[in-house]
């Protein structure tokens, strides 16, 4: 069972350059979410979607945008590569949020170093 | 938003207990407590999650006293593998979106 599922794990932008960060789980998740962590520092909610079709804004939205046409897939994209988005980002995707056992399964990340 | 505190850091040695406690003194009704570890270049791993009193799973147990407004993280005879951060995080919405991770505590377990 592959769980949550990122790629790449690396990837170096110039400015200015646009990027696609994938992410895919297997297992029938509704909710699926994007994280960004700096170093240091806790993870802040970019992006989250509560099922097909359905996207909304966290915290930190600026600067990025989700599609979610399928359950299992959650990609988001970097339009315009901003050295403030050096960071590494993480998906996760949970059953139902807040519910006992049923908590947020993390992929391992993709680091992103824009220069 | 219920916010949660823990300290930034502890130390501690192999085969001793360590006891990390959150501070959320803004814990709503419906909320539960959930723990989360994470080692570097990782994502976040549940650990264990409860709504009052306390939780034991193979892992860790979970105390948390009778008003809520605090909960302790209790791992039993740590090893050098459990070094990491961990973070505590209160909510139950129905989206997920509130749940905040905070800074955690970085735990370093020496030898």
């Known amino acids: 069972n592959a769980g949550v599922t990122q790629t790449p794990k690396f990837r170096i932008l110039k400015i200015g350059q646009s990027m696609t960060l994938q992410c895919a789980q297997d297992m029938n998740h509704n909710y699926m979410y994007w994280y960004r962590q700096d170093p240091g520092m806790g993870l802040k909610l970019i992006y989250y979607?509560?099922?097909?079709?359905?996207?909304d804004k966290g915290e930190v939205p600026n600067g990025y945008n989700v599609s979610r046409s399928t359950t299992e897939d959650f990609p988001l994209r970097l339009e315009l590569a901003a050295p403030s988005q050096t960071s590494v980002y993480f998906c996760?995707?949970?059953?139902?949020?807040?519910?006992?056992?049923?908590?947020?399964?993390f992929g391992n990340g993709t680091r992103l170093t824009v220069t | 938003l219920a916010k949660t505190t823990q300290p930034i850091s502890m130390d501690s040695y192999e085969g001793q207990e360590v006891n990390i406690t959150c501070s959320h003194n803004?814990?709503?009704?419906?909320?539960?407590i959930t723990w989360y570890q994470q080692f570097p270049s990782q994502g976040p791993r549940f650990i264990i999650q409860g709504y009052k009193t306390k939780v034991t799973n193979e892992v860790a147990s979970l105390f948390i006293p009778a008003d809520r407004k605090s909960s302790t993280l209790s791992l039993p005879r740590v090893s050098l593998s459990d070094t990491a951060v961990y973070y505590c995080?209160?909510?139950?919405?129905?989206?997920?979106?509130?749940?905040?991770f905070g800074p955690g505590t970085r735990l370093s377990v020496l030898p």
């Open positions: 996760a995707s949970s059953y139902r949020p807040g519910d006992v056992n049923s908590p947020l399964h």
């Open positions: 979607s509560v099922g097909a079709g359905i996207t």
């Open positions: 995080l209160v909510g139950t919405d129905n989206y997920g979106q509130n749940f905040v």
């Open positions: 803004n814990i709503a009704t419906n909320d539960y």
